[in-house]
């Protein structure tokens, strides 16, 4: 055989296991969407009985839009974050998305004292029934052991795994008035399971929520 159509060959079985790996990615993609669109959206509120969700980081991204969808289903909302003026707003934005709820504020520095900070935390959550605890605030970029790396430690995950201690056994010992008792959320990152250079402590905290989760999980059934 001519050496070229070897070559062609080679090139051909390339592109095609290429063209099946794009294809196999953009259904993994496309599949869950797919699923979430033809399946109702969970009634959370029925799921958990009613209640209290709890947001850490929910006063900015990814934990407001989640602040948001929960108080659209009818829970009330906790939010916790530093900035207070941005509290103050999405607290505003979720009652103008549903005046039927309540919200409250928690203005808190996680990477603080972790024992203090959760002291402070759980005396303003006395009181209110929590269904579901979503541990989301958390940042990145602090590759060098330096008091930022130890402050995103400390948010990431140690005053996080405080509140866990308190906050987790009042959800298990929660009155079973619905299907279920409560929910636990992480918001862990794809950094969790693989690492890129200069993130080696965020990859690590996120690695230990995400874990976390799985463990919690398969023990909590
Ligand atoms: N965006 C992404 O691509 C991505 C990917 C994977 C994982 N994540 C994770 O998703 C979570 C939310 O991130 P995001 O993308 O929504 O970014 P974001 O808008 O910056 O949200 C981060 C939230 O965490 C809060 N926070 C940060 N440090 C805090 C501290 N010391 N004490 C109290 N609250 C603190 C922030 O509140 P203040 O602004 O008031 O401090 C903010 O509400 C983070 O854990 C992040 O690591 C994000």
């Keep these: 055989m001519q ?3 070897i070559v062609l060959i080679v090139f051909a079985c390339i592109f095609s ?5 794009s294809l196999l990615s953009l259904l993994i993609y496309l599949i869950p969407q797919l699923v979430v669109r033809i399946l109702n959206p969970l009634d959370l509120k029925k799921r958990y009985g009613g209640g209290w969700c709890f947001i850490t980081g929910g006063n ?3 934990g407001e839009s989640f602040a948001k969808k929960v108080a659209k289903i ?3 909302v906790v939010i916790l ?3 207070e003026e941005r509290l103050n707003k999405v607290a505003a934005d979720i009652l103008s998305i549903n005046q039927n709820i309540e919200t409250k504020t928690i203005k808190a520095d996680l990477s603080g004292n972790p024992e203090q900070v959760t002291e402070e935390i759980v005396q303003q959550l006395s009181g209110l029934d929590i269904c579901i605890v979503y541990f989301n605030a958390g940042f990145g970029n602090a590759a060098q052991p330096t008091k930022k790396s130890l402050d995103q430690f400390n948010t ?8 866990f201690q308190v906050l987790y056994p009042r959800l298990v010992n929660r009155q079973l008035t619905a299907k279920k008792r409560g929910a636990i959320l992480f918001t862990s990152s794809g950094l969790g399971i693989i690492t890129t250079p200069g993130s080696v402590v965020y990859s690590a905290t996120k690695s230990y929520l995400g ?3 799985e463990c919690l999980a398969s023990e909590a059934h």
């Design 3 to 5: 050496a070229y159509v």
């Design 17 to 21: 296991l290429w063209g099946l790996l």
């Design 60 to 62: 900015s991204g990814i």
């Design 74 to 76: 009818g829970l009330n």
């Design 81 to 83: 974050g530093q900035n």
């Design 156 to 163: 990431n995950i140690v005053t996080h795994q405080h509140l």
């Design 211 to 213: 874990h976390l989760g």
